[in-house]
């Protein structure tokens, strides 16, 4: 989607910037636009409304509340646009939250407050890559349930249905134009370079008036590493676009697998880096030393990355383990969902204990089907990508009870899951 006809940027906690988009046939002069604030939906009685030009700024919101995830509030804007004899010819409702977002050195602030994000990763599909309402409803609730205040859509732009209940509930998203391990022949391409930025204007304007949405992200674990003139100015181009069709209310970062060489990091807002320690090559037995020297990786990491720029906050966007759904076993085994759990509760408490990062996006939610022709067994058993912590239709595996209990207890609330 290219074309939004109202979008609403909040400047602060009680007043917003309004940008009319008009068609080219709604270009003609001698059309005017009047607007109002939260009331019912309807487009009656436009004449007591307020006029307005093709912007406004700094419009204060009458009786304004703060969107935040505690206290997920949210205003509409109605504005109606009349021909010259004052007969409404189109007029459009538009929802939007007041929040802002923002960094302050190591810390991402929403609403000037920091905090600690907290959630996973989660593909939009089951066996089905559509699914219904009630699935998006279902999926909201039980990441609500294990204490999640932060989900990351990978790795393309979300539907807009799910984006609606993340508002709604107040859930915290990181959006992601589409992608996943751009190489440096693909920045070299004219057409992938046009193709990628026709995206990333069509995500950031589709999503403009999602509150939830606080991250906009790109080329999912790209060649980051290289520093070519083309890699570089792909990067920073990509940044821009979303910066500048998103009215700078959004934090910009990628998913780098690349901590310690990456070098393009100057172009984005957070840094943000995806290990899978203690699991790669799953060929391999599990080694305990290992685990448990995952904290002290993650501590070397954050280190490099204050290094690179102290007032750059840093997130874990993608480190987990694969748990076979039903597969009980030693906590020592790979592919047990003893082992599974294990990893993710130490992932996750060197986080929570870590002041230095700003928080983790495990991977992953759900189990999800792959493709059987560019992965095997050993990689991938059963046709799936077994890392999410419930299975694919949505049972809960050990590991879900072990980060609910984790997340939950931060907040002194009683552990719940679904069966």
């Given at each position: 989607?290219?074309?939004?006809?109202?979008?609403?940027?909040?400047?602060?906690?009680?007043?917003?910037?309004?940008?009319?988009?008009?068609?080219e046939?709604?270009?003609?002069?001698?059309?005017?636009y009047?607007?109002?604030?939260?009331?019912?939906?309807?487009?009656?009685?436009?004449?007591?409304?307020?006029?307005?030009?093709?912007?406004?700024?700094?419009?204060?919101?009458?009786?304004?509340?703060?969107?935040?995830?505690?206290?997920?509030?949210?205003?509409?804007?109605?504005?109606?646009?009349?021909?010259?004899?004052?007969?409404?010819?189109?007029?459009?409702?538009?929802?939007?939250?007041?929040?802002?977002?923002?960094?302050?050195?190591?810390?991402?602030?929403?609403?000037?407050?920091?905090?600690?994000?907290l959630?996973?990763?989660?593909?939009?599909?089951?066996?089905?890559p559509?699914?219904?309402?009630?699935?998006?409803?279902?999926?909201?609730?039980?990441?609500?349930?294990?204490?999640?205040?932060?989900?990351?859509?990978?790795h393309?732009?979300?539907?807009?249905?799910?984006?609606?209940?993340?508002?709604?509930?107040?859930?915290?998203?990181?959006?992601e134009?589409?992608?996943?391990?751009?190489?440096?022949?693909?920045?070299?391409?004219?057409?992938?370079?046009?193709?990628?930025?026709?995206?990333?204007?069509?995500?950031?304007?589709?999503?403009?008036?999602?509150?939830?949405?606080?991250?906009?992200?790109?080329?999912?674990?790209?060649?980051?590493?290289?520093?070519?003139?083309a890699?570089?100015?792909?990067?920073?181009?990509?940044?821009?676009?979303?910066?500048?069709?998103?009215?700078?209310?959004r934090?910009?970062?990628?998913?780098?697998?690349?901590?310690?060489?990456?070098?393009?990091?100057?172009?984005?807002?957070?840094?943000?880096?995806h290990?899978?320690?203690?699991?790669?090559?799953?060929?391999q037995?599990?080694?305990?030393?290992?685990?448990?020297g995952?904290?002290?990786?993650?501590?070397?990491?954050?280190?490099?990355?204050?290094?690179?720029?102290?007032?750059?906050?840093?997130?874990?966007?993608?480190?987990?383990?694969?748990?076979?759904f039903?597969?009980?076993?030693p906590?020592?085994q790979?592919?047990?969902?003893?082992?599974q759990?294990?990893?993710?509760?130490?992932?996750?408490?060197?986080?929570?204990?870590n002041?230095?990062?700003?928080?983790?996006?495990?991977?992953?939610?759900?189990?999800?089907?792959?493709d059987?022709?560019?992965?095997n067994?050993?990689?991938?058993?059963?046709g799936?990508?077994?890392?999410?912590?419930?299975?694919?239709?949505?049972?809960?595996?050990?590991?879900?009870?072990?980060?609910?209990?984790?997340?939950?207890?931060?907040?002194?609330?009683?552990?719940?899951?679904?069966?």
């Amino acid at each position: 989607m290219e074309f939004c006809p109202v979008k609403v940027y909040p400047r602060s906690l009680s007043t917003v910037d309004v940008l009319l988009e008009l068609s080219e046939p709604a270009a003609p002069a001698g059309l005017s636009y009047r607007y109002r604030w939260d009331e019912a939906p309807s487009c009656a009685g436009t004449e007591a409304w307020e006029q307005m030009e093709h912007e406004l700024k700094d419009l204060p919101v009458p009786g304004g509340q703060a969107w935040s995830p505690e206290s997920p509030s949210l205003h509409r804007l109605t504005v109606a646009m009349l021909s010259p004899t004052h007969l409404v010819l189109d007029c459009v409702v538009v929802r939007f939250g007041l929040r802002t977002v923002t960094t302050k050195g190591q810390e991402v602030h929403v609403n000037g407050r920091a905090m600690k994000l907290l959630g996973f990763n989660r593909h939009d599909l089951t066996d089905s890559p559509v699914l219904a309402y009630e699935q998006l409803v279902a999926d909201v609730q039980i990441l609500l349930s294990l204490g999640a205040n932060f989900v990351r859509g990978a790795h393309y732009a979300q539907d807009a249905r799910f984006l609606d209940l993340c508002d709604v509930h107040g859930l915290l998203v990181w959006e992601e134009v589409l992608g996943w391990q751009n190489t440096v022949e693909d920045f070299h391409n004219p057409t992938f370079v046009m193709q990628s930025l026709r995206m990333a204007k069509e995500m950031a304007v589709a999503s403009v008036n999602h509150p939830s949405v606080i991250f906009f992200g790109f080329f999912n674990e790209g060649e980051s590493f290289d520093d070519s003139e083309a890699t570089r100015t792909i990067y920073h181009a990509m940044a821009s676009q979303l910066r500048r069709h998103s009215g700078h209310t959004r934090l910009i970062g990628y998913g780098s697998n690349h901590p310690g060489k990456d070098r393009q990091l100057e172009a984005v807002d957070v840094h943000a880096f995806h290990l899978y320690l203690a699991w790669y090559p799953t060929t391999q037995p599990a080694d305990p030393q290992e685990v448990e020297g995952i904290p002290d990786v993650w501590e070397h990491v954050q280190q490099w990355s204050t290094h690179v720029d102290a007032q750059k906050p840093m997130l874990i966007t993608e480190a987990g383990a694969g748990g076979l759904f039903g597969f009980r076993g030693p906590v020592e085994q790979k592919w047990t969902e003893e082992y599974q759990a294990l990893l993710l509760k130490t992932h996750l408490e060197a986080v929570i204990n870590n002041p230095g990062i700003a928080g983790i996006s495990l991977w992953q939610f759900a189990d999800i089907p792959i493709d059987r022709a560019v992965s095997n067994e050993q990689h991938r058993p059963r046709g799936l990508n077994n890392k999410g912590v419930l299975g694919m239709y949505r049972h809960t595996k050990l590991a879900a009870a072990v980060v609910a209990q984790l997340l939950r207890g931060l907040h002194g609330e009683e552990l719940r899951l679904p069966t």
